[in-house]
């Protein structure tokens, strides 16, 4: 008897709009992913894969099919659940960064830990400690406007860390980012990876990105065509 | 984990203090109009019963001409004389008569010199006007009847002719007329008019008619009554005993006016009253407006900060969450305008008492009402934009530019 996957879709769809303009943005996804991997997401624009992410992430719901997150089957829970499995299990980071503006870096890596009720004498150790395991020690007190590109997904990665998720959800995280800050960003979620065993999903356009997953699965239109095993470029 | 809120509400709102101010402005010139206006409209109040003390309240004045209002010019009736006052004394009703012969004069002592009013009178004038000594004393009967030089004089006068010297016994020349100072009134400040009542010098009645006036004329009498009497039967014996004393006829009006000073006094009472009502209304609306204000910018701000929520959302934040961080910063901020408010309706009211040489009269019930108020509005106006910034769906949110 194993241990069921920590993620689990089977026969999800997802549609938006009704009858004539109905757009099935995911149709009949079955997906399984254990604890551990470190899975790319790769698909041409609208195949779904911000949609399957939402969904994944318990952002959004299934129109049908089910969702099971640690074996626990998702479709019941209402927001305010949804947003307490968001706060103790998952970390995101975004294309755009997503960090608030006018608030330092420090803070912004705190917001988890004060969503999580810790008071700051147990959150700020955290914080700094997360912002240390991704290189920005001393840039605590800047504000996301004082930092560069890569410096600000750093600072996203760490808010990501800062709530010790089991999975981390990248959307195209390196989009923004010249590729040489990209493959900075990818070393440091693979060393996550590898060293803290955090499942991470991550949609991408680009394939040398991608190499860094340990398995590449292709959406075309809203469903899964391709789904195999890397190597993990080292 | 309030507390927290409470901070994290500090921190959005010192990171945008532009906005945080254009939030506030309308709960701080609201919360600071209503203080200004109750604080001055309870100064106001105050001076005004002081006033009503200082008129005595059981008091009548009575006026040659027919009844007016207010203090216009009247008709050439023929003026009171001293024996009308004495005829008065010996009503029942009446407990002290003061007869008045009013006059401008410059007085001089020493090398300073001050126009002020001289009023010529008797001895009863004090306790008509329930008006006491501070030195010195009355006039005696002899110096009224021997017209004699002798003047009590008020505190303006006395602080310009005299200074830190006693007054008491000094010289001092009313006009052409040297006279000794015998006595000194109690301070009695400003009057319902806004007049200072203490510019004033009293001489005997005689005085003022031979030696100033070159007359015999008595321009008002005052009527103090017994305790026991009421105001209407005062009125109606001084009334018949001077018709009769004037031969009016039957079917024929008064040719003089008796003014009951209690009912000026209920009369500027209610005014006052009916003024602070009004200018206080007046200030509770721009308080509403805003209130108004505050939700129209928090709206806006949700808006606005729409993708910040969906941050919060995607982090793990409740909706109940949100929900109380927008409503805190919104308390937080209608309160911080209502202490600003609070702090700037006191300063007005106290440069407005100052100017209008009334009290200053903060109400501690009233700061404690505008502060709960302020409060109220921040929750009451908060509400709205808070519960819509709880219920953005978290995708749309972040998807939001
Ligand atoms: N909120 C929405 N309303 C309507 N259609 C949507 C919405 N979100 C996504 N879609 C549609 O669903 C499909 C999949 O979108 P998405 O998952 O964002 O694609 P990808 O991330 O692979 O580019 C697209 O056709 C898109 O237009
Ligand atoms: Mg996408």
Same mark, same amino acid.
């Given at each position: 008897?194993?241990?069921?996957?920590?993620?689990?879709?089977?026969?999800?769809?997802?549609?938006?709009?009704?009858?004539?303009?109905?757009?099935?943005?995911?149709?009949?996804?079955?997906?399984?992913?254990?604890?551990?991997?470190?899975?790319?997401?790769?698909?041409?624009?609208?195949?779904?894969?911000?949609?399957?992410?939402?969904?994944?992430?318990?952002?959004?719901?299934?129109?049908?099919?089910?969702?099971?997150?640690?074996?626990?089957?998702?479709?019941?829970?209402?927001?305010?659940?949804?947003?307490?499995?968001?706060?103790?299990?998952?970390?995101?980071?975004?294309?755009?960064?997503?960090?608030?503006?006018?608030?330092?870096?420090?803070?912004?890596?705190?917001?988890?830990?004060?969503?999580?009720?810790?008071?700051?004498?147990?959150?700020?150790?955290?914080?700094?400690?997360?912002?240390?395991?991704?290189?920005?020690?001393?840039?605590?007190?800047?504000?996301?406007?004082?930092?560069?590109?890569?410096?600000?997904?750093?600072?996203?990665?760490?808010?990501?860390?800062?709530?010790?998720?089991?999975?981390?959800?990248?959307?195209?995280?390196?989009?923004?980012?010249?590729?040489?800050?990209?493959?900075?960003?990818?070393?440091?979620?693979?060393?996550?990876?590898?060293?803290?065993?955090?499942?991470?999903?991550?949609?991408?356009?680009?394939?040398?990105?991608?190499?860094?997953?340990?398995?590449?699965?292709?959406?075309?239109?809203?469903?899964?065509?391709?789904?195999?095993?890397?190597?993990?470029?080292? | 984990?309030?507390?927290?809120?409470?901070?994290?509400?500090?921190?959005?709102?010192? #990171?945008?203090? %532009?906005?945080?101010?254009?939030?506030?402005? /309308?709960?701080?010139?609201? !919360?600071? =109009? +209503?203080?200004?206006? $109750?604080?001055?409209?309870?100064?106001?109040?105050?001076?005004?019963?002081?006033?009503?003390?200082?008129?005595?309240?059981?008091?009548?004045?009575?006026?040659?001409?027919?009844?007016?209002?207010?203090?216009?010019?009247?008709?050439?009736?023929?003026?009171?004389?001293?024996?009308?006052?004495?005829?008065?004394?010996?009503?029942?009703?009446?407990?002290?008569?003061?007869?008045?012969?009013?006059?401008?004069?410059?007085?001089?002592?020493?090398?300073?010199?001050?126009?002020?009013?001289?009023?010529?009178?008797?001895?009863?004038?004090?306790?008509?006007?329930?008006?006491?000594?501070?030195?010195?004393?009355?006039?005696?009967?002899?110096?009224?009847?021997?017209?004699?030089?002798?003047?009590?004089?008020?505190?303006?006068? #006395?602080?310009? %002719?005299?200074?830190?010297?006693?007054?008491? /016994?000094?010289?001092?020349? !009313?006009? =052409? +007329?040297?006279?000794? $100072?015998?006595?000194?009134?109690?301070?009695?400040?400003?009057?319902?008019?806004?007049?200072?009542?203490?510019?004033?010098?009293?001489?005997?009645?005689?005085?003022?008619?031979?030696?100033?006036?070159?007359?015999?004329?008595?321009?008002?009498?005052?009527?103090?009554?017994?305790?026991?009497?009421?105001?209407?039967?005062?009125?109606?014996?001084?009334?018949?005993?001077?018709?009769?004393?004037?031969?009016?006829?039957?079917?024929?009006?008064?040719?003089?006016?008796?003014?009951?000073?209690?009912?000026?006094?209920?009369?500027?009472?209610?005014?006052?009253?009916?003024?602070?009502?009004?200018?206080?209304?007046?200030?509770?609306?721009?308080?509403?407006?805003?209130?108004?204000?505050?939700?129209?910018?928090?709206?806006?701000?949700?808006?606005?900060?729409?993708?910040?929520?969906?941050?919060?959302?995607?982090?793990?934040?409740? =909706?109940?969450?949100?929900?109380?961080?927008?409503?805190?910063?919104?308390?937080?901020?209608?309160?911080?305008?209502?202490?600003?408010?609070?702090?700037?309706?006191?300063?007005?009211?106290?440069?407005?008492?100052?100017?209008?040489?009334?009290?200053?009269?903060?109400?501690?019930?009233?700061?404690?009402?505008?502060?709960?108020?302020?409060?109220?509005?921040?929750?009451?106006?908060?509400?709205?934009?808070?519960?819509?910034?709880?219920?953005?769906?978290?995708?749309?949110?972040?998807?939001?530019?």
């Amino acid at each position: 008897m194993t241990a069921p996957p920590l993620i689990d879709l089977s026969a999800v769809t997802r549609s938006y709009g009704k009858g004539e303009a109905e757009v099935r943005a995911l149709d009949g996804v079955n997906l399984a992913i254990a604890k551990g991997e470190f899975v790319a997401i790769m698909g041409p624009s609208g195949s779904g894969k911000s949609t399957a992410m939402n969904i994944i992430g318990c952002l959004d719901r299934p129109s049908s099919g089910t969702y099971r997150f640690k074996g626990a089957e998702l479709q019941a829970l209402g927001n305010d659940q949804r947003a307490l499995i968001r706060r103790n299990y998952l970390g995101f980071i975004f294309q755009g960064f997503n960090l608030l503006p006018r608030t330092t870096a420090l803070e912004n890596v705190e917001l988890p830990l004060i969503y999580k009720g810790l008071p700051p004498e147990a959150r700020l150790p955290l914080a700094r400690a997360a912002l240390e395991k991704v290189g920005l020690s001393g840039r605590e007190a800047h504000d996301p406007a004082q930092l560069s590109g890569g410096q600000q997904q750093r600072v996203a990665i760490a808010r990501a860390l800062a709530g010790n998720p089991s999975v981390i959800l990248a959307d195209e995280p390196t989009g923004n980012l010249d590729s040489h800050r990209s493959h900075e960003i990818m070393q440091l979620l693979q060393t996550l990876n590898r060293d803290e065993g955090i499942t991470i999903v991550m949609v991408t356009h680009e394939e040398d990105i991608a190499a860094y997953a340990s398995r590449l699965i292709v959406f075309t239109d809203g469903r899964i065509t391709r789904d195999e095993t890397t190597g993990g470029r080292t | 984990m309030l507390w927290e809120t409470v901070r994290l509400a500090f921190r959005a709102i010192i #990171r945008n203090k %532009l906005r945080s101010f254009l939030t506030v402005l /309308g709960v701080v010139i609201g !919360v600071a =109009s +209503v203080i200004a206006m $109750v604080t001055v409209g309870q100064g106001s109040s105050a001076q005004v019963s002081a006033n009503v003390a200082s008129l005595g309240t059981n008091v009548l004045i009575l006026r040659p001409g027919k009844q007016t209002m207010g203090p216009g010019p009247r008709d050439n009736a023929t003026p009171f004389t001293l024996r009308d006052a004495d005829a008065l004394s010996t009503l029942s009703a009446a407990a002290a008569v003061a007869p008045t012969a009013n006059t401008s004069a410059t007085v001089v002592a020493g090398s300073a010199n001050r126009a002020t009013q001289v009023t010529g009178t008797t001895a009863g004038y004090l306790a008509a006007t329930n008006w006491p000594l501070v030195t010195g004393r009355n006039f005696s009967e002899a110096e009224e009847r021997a017209a004699a030089p002798v003047c009590i004089i008020a505190e303006t006068v #006395r602080k310009s %002719l005299f200074g830190a010297t006693d007054p008491v /016994g000094q010289p001092m020349r !009313v006009k =052409s +007329v040297s006279c000794t $100072v015998i006595g000194l009134l109690a301070p009695k400040g400003t009057g319902s008019f806004g007049q200072d009542q203490d510019d004033l010098v009293l001489m005997p009645i005689r005085t003022v008619q031979k030696r100033l006036e070159g007359n015999d004329d008595v321009e008002r009498i005052t009527v103090a009554l017994r305790k026991s009497v009421t105001a209407e039967r005062g009125i109606r014996d001084i009334a018949a005993l001077m018709r009769d004393r004037r031969r009016i006829g039957i079917g024929q009006e008064d040719d003089f006016s008796v003014t009951n000073m209690a009912e000026v006094a209920s009369m500027l009472t209610s005014i006052n009253s009916v003024l602070t009502g009004l200018l206080s209304s007046v200030a509770a609306v721009s308080l509403l407006v805003g209130g108004i204000g505050i939700m129209n910018i928090m709206l806006v701000s949700v808006t606005e900060r729409t993708r910040e929520i969906g941050i919060r959302l995607a982090v793990g934040a409740t =909706s109940a969450q949100v929900l109380t961080q927008f409503l805190v910063e919104a308390v937080v901020l209608s309160i911080l305008g209502g202490t600003i408010g609070i702090a700037l309706g006191l300063g007005l009211a106290f440069a407005a008492a100052q100017f209008m040489a009334i009290p200053f009269a903060p109400q501690a019930g009233v700061i404690a009402l505008a502060f709960c108020f302020s409060a109220v509005i921040g929750v009451v106006f908060g509400f709205f934009p808070a519960r819509r910034a709880a219920r953005l769906d978290p995708i749309d949110a972040l998807r939001h530019q």
